[in-house]
T-cell receptor, first 113, second 113 residues
Framework: KAGVTQTPRYLIKTRGQQVTLSCSPI?????VSWYQQTPGQGLQFLFE???????NKGNFPGRFSGRQFSNSRSEMNVSTLELGDSALYLC????????????FGSGTRLTVV | DQQVKQNSPSLSVQEGRISILNCDYT??????FLWYKKYPAEGPTFLIS?????DKNEDGRFTVFLNKSAKHLSLHIVPSQPGDSAVYFC????????????FGTGTSLTVIP
C-alpha cells in the first residue's frame, strides 16, 4: 500500500513569506499529525487532525495552522516565516481510533533565508 | 519543557554486541511508549511499543523494558548489526488524550562492523 506522501520534499523561502505543506495519509487513515524536527529538539508536536477537525494542538504560535480535507489529506501553513522555522516538517498518519503509533512520511525540509 | 529525554545523543557499539538505548520521562501519566528508528532523508519508522501494563516487550532482536517507578524505558538490540545504525527516538503518550506523542531528542546509534 502507498505510504504517507509529503510534498514538496524541499522548500526554500524568505523571511516574512508564507508556506503551505501537503500531506497525503495512507488510505483509510483518518488521523494526520504534524511534527517539527530541529537539531537538539527532537520532534515537536504541532497538531493532529481527525475527520477534518483539529483534535490536539501543541505549543506553537498561531502562525502555524493546518487543516484536513474530507479525503483525509492535510495541509499545514506557516505565515510570516522566521529563520527559526527552518526545520524538517514531518507528517504522520494513523487510523486514529483504537490503534496507536504512526506511519511517518519522509518530511518536507523547509529552509528560511 | 522536555517531557521525554534521551540523554545520550550518540552511541557506538561493535557488531554482534548489545546496544542499549535509554529514555527517561517526567509525566507519570504516560501509558504508552514507542521507539522509532530514523535514517537520514527518511521519516521515522515504527520499531516497537509497550503499554504501561507491561514491563517488557520483545520483537525479534529488539526488546523494550519499562520501569514505571523510575520513569525509564530502554531499548535493547541484540545482536547489533551495521544496518541498525540510525537515530532512535523514544516517544510517550497519554492514550486517553488522543494521538499526541511526546518525543525525545534522539540517540544516534553507530554499529561498527
Amino acid at each position: 500500500k502507498a505510504g504517507v506522501t509529503q510534498t514538496p520534499r524541499y522548500l526554500i523561502k524568505t523571511r516574512g513569506q508564507q508556506v503551505t505543506l501537503s500531506c497525503s495519509p495512507i488510505s483509510g487513515h483518518r488521523s494526520v499529525s504534524w511534527y517539527q524536527q530541529t537539531p537538539g529538539q527532537g520532534l515537536q508536536f504541532l497538531f493532529e487532525y481527525f475527520s477534518e477537525t483539529q483534535r490536539n494542538k501543541g505549543n506553537f504560535p498561531g502562525r502555524f495552522s493546518g487543516r484536513q480535507f474530507s479525503n483525509s489529506r492535510s495541509e499545514m501553513n506557516v505565515s510570516t516565516l522566521e529563520l527559526g522555522d527552518s526545520a524538517l516538517y514531518l507528517c504522520a498518519s494513523s487510523r486514529g481510533t483504537g490503534d496507536y503509533g504512526y506511519t511517518f512520511g519522509s518530511g518536507t525540509r523547509l529552509t528560511v533565508v | 519543557d522536555q517531557q521525554v529525554k534521551q540523554n545520550s545523543p550518540s552511541l557506538s557499539v561493535q557488531e554482534g554486541r548489545i546496544s542499549i538505548l535509554n529514555c527517561d520521562y517526567t509525566n507519570s501519566m504516560f501509558d504508552y511508549f514507542l521507539w522509532y528508528k530514523k535514517y537520514p532523508a527518511e521519516g521515522p519508522t515504527f520499531l516497537i511499543s509497550i503499554s504501561s501494563i507491561k514491563d517488557k516487550n520483545e520483537d525479534g532482536r529488539f526488546t523494550v523494558f519499562l520501569n514505571k517507578s523510575a520513569k525509564h524505558l530502554s531499548l535493547h538490540i541484540v545482536p547489533s548489526q551495521p544496518g541498525d545504525s540510525a537515530v532512535y527516538f523514544c516517544a510517550a503518550s497519554l492514550t486517553n488524550t488522543g494521538n499526541q506523542f511526546y518525543f525525545g531528542t534522539g540517540t544516534s546509534l553507530t554499529v561498527i562492523p
